[in-house]
């Protein structure tokens, strides 16, 4: 069964810090995996992306890790600001179907303190 | 910003009432989606449409409908609410390849009483 499982499911950390989201994943066949940024009552916002080729993504002080093998990904936050506070979601797309399906991660609640 | 937007943003609503979420993007967007999501749960996709009369059922059973008579507008609407409807409903959008990044609006918080 393709699922997403994303950890911790919250997290606080004090403004400033550095902090580290996991996902892992079962989807099969893969074709990409991108990390959202969901703030609360929005739509959520694309923040990088990785194709199987890619194990590395930086988005200002956001970083994206992907490890296909073991079907494994981070997001690293430096440098924690207010305003990172948010649900941060996991999506992997298979290639399997013309329309690319998506499967979601729960998401990681984040809250920074100040 | 994605161009996307959905109204209303908040709608309460009794029982047996018949709604419409509108859903209009100014991207020019082939692809456009509606989810389901409740809180602290992911998103389940219930509809979606590849292009102007062509619309499909997502992976979540869903007693609402869609339709897509023009590109830019992808309207969702439900016969008779029930407190089940209950949830958020998010719209969202994207150019036609697999790959390509899906924008959202800001989300429908629909409540039926």
Redesign the interface.
């Known amino acids: 069964k393709n699922q997403?499982e994303q950890s911790p499911?919250s997290l606080i950390i004090l403004e400033g810090k550095n902090c580290t989201l996991q996902c892992n994943y079962t989807v099969s066949p893969f074709?990409?995996l991108?990390w959202y940024k969901q703030d609360t009552?929005?739509?959520?916002?694309?923040l990088t992306?990785m194709?199987f080729s890619e194990n590395t993504k930086s988005n200002g002080r956001y970083t994206a890790t992907l490890d296909a093998d073991t079907k494994q990904s981070s997001l690293h936050i430096t440098a924690s600001q207010l305003s990172d506070s948010a649900s941060y979601?996991c999506v992997v797309?298979d290639?399997g179907s013309?329309?690319?399906?998506?499967y979601?991660?729960?998401?990681t609640?984040l809250t920074v303190w100040p | 910003e994605a161009d996307i937007y959905q109204t209303p943003r908040y709608l309460v609503i009794g029982t047996g009432k018949k709604i419409t979420l509108e859903c209009s993007q100014t991207m020019g967007h082939d692809k456009m989606y509606w989810y389901q999501q409740d809180p602290g749960m992911e998103l389940h996709l219930i509809h979606y449409s590849y292009g102007v009369n062509s619309t499909e059922k997502g992976d979540l059973s869903s007693e609402s409908t869609v339709s897509r008579i023009r590109t830019e507008h992808f309207p969702l609407t439900l016969e008779s609410a029930r407190p089940s409807h209950t949830s958020q409903y998010l719209c969202a959008s994207s150019t036609s390849g697999s790959t390509d990044t899906q924008y959202f609006g800001p989300g429908t918080r629909l409540t039926v009483l």
């Not at chain 1, 979601?104 to 998401?107: L, P, T, W």
């Open positions: 997403v499911q074709s990409n991108r009552g929005r739509g959520p916002v694309s992306i194709t979601i797309s290639r013309t329309l690319g399906r998506l979601f991660g729960r998401g609640q």
